[in-house]
Nanobody
């Protein structure tokens, strides 16, 4: 059974940092792209980033480029998401999801984590 279990969200002040993780099981982790998608209050799903199976290729939305970093440890079947210089507009539920190829849209992800809330507020 495919599982993506998220952890590490929370409340942080503007300019702060968080490092949510996503632990995977039930599939060959290193053979899949893992994506990062968010949903802000009252808005639709927004693609944020993804990373290829070996971790050598990463992609980011313009809104997070230079502030967020996606990485993975295939020995631990875990995805990491370093979020720096956080802004109030980054407040959202953040999801990890798996796909067989690179995505810059939400469509095509076939399994999703439960989501983790990130709130940026003073």
């Amino acid at each position: 059974q495919v599982q993506l279990v998220e952890s590490g969200g929370g409340l942080v002040q503007p300019g702060g940092s968080l490092r949510p993780a996503c632990a995977a099981s039930g599939f060959t982790f290193g053979s899949h792209y893992i994506g990062w998608v968010r949903q802000a209050p009252g808005k639709g799903l927004e693609w944020v980033s993804d990373i290829n199976g070996l971790g050598g290729s990463t992609y980011y939305a313009d809104s997070v480029q230079g502030r967020f970093t996606i990485s993975r440890d295939n020995a631990k079947n875990t995805l990491y998401r370093q979020m720096n210089s956080l802004k109030p507009e980054d407040t959202a539920v953040y999801y990890c999801a798996k796909a067989i190829s690179h995505r810059t849209v939400v469509a095509g992800y076939d399994s999703w984590g439960q989501g983790t809330q990130v709130t940026v507020s003073s």
